[in-house]
């Protein structure tokens, strides 16, 4: 067990490193000369080839990454070329709002996808189970931002609950977190329906219903209990759709997130930002993975620790 | 509808009567039936966009801005006082057309990989594999998004971006499928007897892929029609004057209190499309293959 998360934490390493090449080669492949858009046309050619030699755009390709690379290790992911600050420092402005959605959300889609997923496999195709299939195949099929208009447009500018844009007090977190938080509910619920229904079906359930235990016992600490993995391991994928949905949620609620902040940066064409945002993104979801996959060998004794 | 048509033996469940197991599959049937209408229906809207729709999606009329549904305007008008049902019938081009191309362009790269990749196993499978696994470590839609910022916004490079993005799932699901008829008897026969490796690939091992790959591809246009309306309402995808649903969408935020029908079609538009396809995919995989609701 110990061997076997220390060597998925070492292979960690590799990944890390394609994930930062990958993002660097897409990022300055972006034609134009970025130096150019920053300084803009009324500049002379000698501001030019500085601000070129400043930003390292004269040098080769390979040696720019190696740069980059160092300066990563020093935790220094470059300047914003739009606010002039270091890229660290304005997503640490924004990742506690995107921190605060994605975990609000995944506490919403934890808490209710469980339940509803939960309940709709005991009252397995009963009128019940069928509506509740039918509202989750619509709410993966909602497009995030469209959930977002309708919500704000309801509880903001119809019945003027809840404020509509901007990060404050709890009643600015609500409909941004509900927003995210429907498709991963939605596929957790089915998942951890599915999952129960494979598991109910058992030998062993039968005989802990013969032995007279109550049924919530039996739902609670012999199904559940059985069915835990593909519903820890939905939870990583979750985590990657709550991490990619933020952006969108974000621009609907003009959170002030990293989504926005990424969103803000490829308009502008902000490279360093950009690469920093998607790296950042890329680093806590491969982390969360990493863990998902570990508590599942955890909660599995027959996955072999290869 | 015959309900034997497909001539599956049903396994017998526990609780409900035949009766209601028939009701149950003429249900299913009929969804599957009515979602194959919905997709018809929007296709031929597409094709025939230029003579079913009431006027031209791009033409503005500054006097009628914002102007509510009514008998002239059944969807109403947007800022520029375009007609929306028309936008709306022109996007369902641009969605459908953006869902299936950027699906295929992840089928023509994603299956040759994954058959290569599983046949000849050793170091180019890991190769491959390795890559993949790359790929699949960004978060959902930030690799599409990182694609459409290096290749600059618009609906050629957004879908060249989902189609990498879908990529990495074909491979996967062939790799797997091919892995489990490489040792059968069939194959080694066609060794034997000769066959070269391409002939093997596609007339022997193939096959064995194409239920599944039918699956996911009806299941992954849903999700491309998606991403593309993500990046259209991101400003990333198809660029205005374009009606795209997304872009749309983007557009009708800003107008949310004033003129909220705005933002009512091209939403359900999506939903609808989205949905169709799910169900269908959903449907076709009972069909086909009960054993891959694991996988996908």
């Known amino acids: ?306 | 509808m015959d309900d034997n048509m497909m001539g599956i033996a049903l396994p017998r469940e526990r609780d409900g009567s035949a009766l209601r197991q028939r009701l149950r599959r003429l249900w299913s049937m009929k969804i599957t039936v009515l979602c194959s209408t919905v997709i018809v229906v929007l296709a031929a809207s597409a094709i025939l966009a230029p003579f079913i729709a009431p006027h031209d999606p791009n033409e503005q009329r500054l006097l009628m801005r914002l102007t509510p549904p009514s008998k002239e305007w059944l969807f109403g008008t947007d800022q520029f006082g375009r007609d929306m049902l028309s936008r709306v019938i022109y996007g369902s081009r641009l969605s459908l057309v953006a869902g299936v191309v950027s699906v295929s362009i992840g089928l023509i790269f994603g299956i040759p990989l994954g058959l290569t990749a599983g046949y000849f196993g050793g170091i180019w499978d890991e190769v491959i594999m390795r890559c993949m696994d790359i790929l699949l470590s960004f978060p959902y839609l930030l690799l599409a998004i990182a694609i459409v910022s290096a290749l600059g916004p618009g609906l050629f490079n957004s879908m060249m971006a989902i189609g990498i993005w879908t990529m990495p799932v074909y491979c996967r699901l062939v790799r797997s499928s091919v892995l489990s008829v490489k040792e059968r008897d069939y194959i080694t026969a066609a060794h034997a007897t000769g066959t070269g490796h391409v002939r093997i690939l596609v007339a022997h091992v193939l096959p064995n892929v194409l239920g599944p790959i039918i699956v996911l591809s009806t299941l992954r246009i849903a999700d491309a029609i998606l991403a593309i309306a993500s990046l259209g309402f991101l400003g990333l995808g198809v660029q205005p004057p374009s009606p795209e649903w997304g872009t749309m969408l983007s557009n009708s935020r800003l107008y949310i209190e004033l003129a909220p029908h705005t933002l009512v079609f091209p939403g359900l538009a999506i939903l609808l499309t989205v949905l169709a396809f799910n169900i269908l995919g959903d449907s076709l995989r009972d069909y086909l293959d009960p054993r891959l609701r694991k996988l996908m």
Not at chain 1, 44 to 61: G, H, N, Q, W
Not at chain 1, 140 to 145: I, Q, R
Not at chain 1, 156 to 175: D, K
Request: charged residues 15%; positive net charge; hydrophobic residues 50%.
């Open chain 1, 1 to 306: 067990m110990g061997t076997y998360t220390i060597r998925r934490c070492l292979l960690l390493i590799p990944v890390l490193f394609a994930i930062s090449l990958l993002t660097f080669v897409l990022v300055h492949v972006t034609p134009g000369d970025a130096a150019q858009i920053i300084a803009g046309q009324e500049v002379t050619d000698v501001f030019l080839a500085r601000l070129r030699s400043e930003m390292r755009l004269d040098k080769p390709l390979v040696l720019q990454y190696t740069l980059y690379i160092q300066d990563l290790f020093k935790g220094d992911l470059g300047k914003s070329y739009r606010t002039h600050r270091p890229v660290l420092e304005e997503i640490g402005f924004a990742f506690p709002a995107t921190i605060t959605l994605t975990a609000a959300a995944m506490c919403i889609s934890i808490l209710v996808g469980l339940f509803v997923g939960i309940v709709s496999a005991v009252k397995h195709n009963s009128f019940l189970d069928n509506l509740v299939r039918s509202v989750l195949l619509v709410s993966v099929s909602m497009p995030v931002f469209w959930t977002g208009l309708l919500l704000m447009y309801f509880f903001s500018v119809r019945l003027q609950l809840l404020p509509s844009t901007g990060r404050g007090g709890i009643e600015y977190l609500i409909l941004p977190a509900l927003t995210l938080s429907t498709y991963s509910t939605a596929l957790l619920a089915r998942t951890t329906r599915s999952a129960m229904l494979d598991v109910i079906r058992e030998d062993f359930i039968t005989v802990a219903r013969a032995k007279g235990l109550s049924n919530l016992t039996v739902i609670l600490k012999h199904v559940l209990r059985n069915a835990l993995i593909p519903i820890v391991t939905m939870a990583g994928v979750n985590t990657g759709i709550l991490l990619g949905g933020a952006i969108l949620a974000e621009t609907v609620f003009a959170w002030p997130g990293m989504g926005r902040l990424l969103v803000e940066s490829l308009h502008t064409r902000d490279v360093p930002m950009i690469q920093g945002c998607v790296m950042i993104s890329a680093g806590i979801f491969v982390l969360v993975n990493l863990c998902v996959d570990v508590v599942v060998t955890w909660l599995n004794p027959q996955v072999k620790y290869g």
